[in-house]
């Protein structure tokens, strides 16, 4: 029974494999692949055979190199499966090898139990769902990346190919981007967002500090209330508010100005970002504070130097989250502001977003649009994660 698992674990990693590489070989560098699955199933079951024989463990690593070698050279001596060579099929057998060995790691095999058929469905669904989700994730951004480097002609005569075109030169490439860069100022524009998105997200961090550790620590008639009315304000639809704002903003001389947008984002964040911030400060002992006060420090002097050292991990989720907000907010943007001078991002994309203008440059602008966020993102998610859970239990 063991080796059958073995068989099983090696036939489903070969087929995932191959699989993948061929997709990646057809979508990302633009090469005719064909998938023949019985290849795949019959290497992959073979090395899921071999694998739960010597069966490698995680605190010895080396038997994973016999088997990935095993996995290159059968790959190479087999019919080609891929259809593109046969250092790819070398390839792909090798990958297939590293995870049959991978995936029965640690189990009792001889004779399996429960426990292994459950881990090793779990691992089976966790890398089905990986290579899914990689797929969902990156296909529509590569699609995004290769459009904006390619000319529309040269994208339209052949739009399942995704390769980027390295041979047309870094100046060719960039062409898209030095035009929506320079040409359509969105060097300003970012300037613009960049600043627009800092100020707010500042702003909402400094009220929204204050304003939740009063309603976490301080007492005072409503408080209750006024706990559950923060909230329920960002439950309503930003598309009901624009016209009234519209028209108030007009009146104060704050339409078409950053500085109203401004104010419409600090709307638009400070609810939540009071909410988030009051459930971590009440994670947070109270004793602590006290023990500051009776030391002499004042309230502002405990929130500046015990509770806000201890709340680094939940304001730098409130704060990226502030920032996004702000970076990619569209309709207020669109709404409020007129002049081409103080355009943000989301507000600039409009003027790509026409026939007299290049598809290529549309893209460029997207990706200018999505890669800064993104790369924030990516930086600070530990403190996100961290920022968002730290407050759903008290103690």
């Excluded at 792909?92 to 090793?120: F, I, N």
């Excluded at 309230?299 to 730098?316: D, G, K, N, Q």
Aim: some cysteine; proline content about 6%; charged content about 10%.
């Amino acid at each position: 029974m063991g080796y059958l698992i073995g068989i099983l674990a090696g036939a489903l990693g070969g087929g995932l494999v191959y699989a993948s590489l061929s997709l990646s070989l057809a979508l990302f560098g633009g090469l005719a692949t064909r998938l023949g699955l019985a290849v795949p199933l019959l290497l992959g079951g073979g090395l899921g055979l071999v694998a739960a024989r010597f069966q490698p463990k995680r605190e010895a690593p080396w038997p994973y190199l016999p088997l990935a070698a095993l996995g290159l050279v059968l790959g190479v001596l087999l019919p080609e499966s891929l259809g593109v060579g046969r250092g790819w099929d070398g390839l792909a057998g090798l990958l297939t090898g590293v995870l049959a060995g991978y995936a029965l790691r640690d189990l009792k095999l001889h004779p399996p139990d429960r426990e292994t058929w459950e881990v090793l469905g779990l691992r089976g669904l966790r890398a089905v769902g990986l290579v899914f989700f990689v797929f969902v994730v990156v296909f529509p951004f590569w699609g995004m990346l290769v459009a904006s480097l390619k000319p529309r002609a040269e994208f339209l005569a052949n739009p399942a190919d995704l390769s980027i075109p390295l041979s047309a030169g870094l100046g060719r490439l960039l062409e898209g981007y030095r035009a929506v860069l320079v040409d359509y100022h969105f060097l300003r524009y970012i300037a613009n967002t960049a600043y627009v998105a800092t100020v707010t997200m500042l702003l909402t961090l400094f009220l929204s500090v204050l304003g939740a550790y009063a309603v976490a620590r301080l007492e005072f008639p409503g408080r209750r209330w006024m706990e559950r009315a923060v909230l329920l304000t960002y439950m309503f639809p930003a598309i009901v508010l624009a016209i009234p704002l519209y028209a108030i903003f007009t009146l104060l001389g704050l339409r078409n100005t950053l500085s109203g947008l401004i104010v419409v984002y600090l709307a638009q964040t400070l609810p939540v970002a009071l909410y988030m911030l009051r459930s971590y400060f009440e994670t947070i002992p109270a004793s602590l504070e006290e023990a500051g006060l009776i030391d002499g420090c004042s309230r502002f002097e405990v929130i500046w130097r015990v509770t806000l050292p201890l709340s680094l991990p939940a304001l730098a989720s409130v704060g990226l989250y502030v920032f996004m907000i702000a970076w990619n907010e569209f309709l207020f943007a669109f709404m409020f502001l007129d002049s081409p001078e103080i355009f943000t991002l989301s507000r600039g994309m409009v003027a790509l977003n026409s026939q007299e203008v290049p598809y290529q440059y549309l893209m460029a602008g997207a990706v200018i649009v999505t890669v800064p966020v993104m790369l924030l993102f990516f930086w600070f998610e530990r403190y996100l994660v961290g920022g968002l859970t730290a407050g759903g239990v008290k103690g």
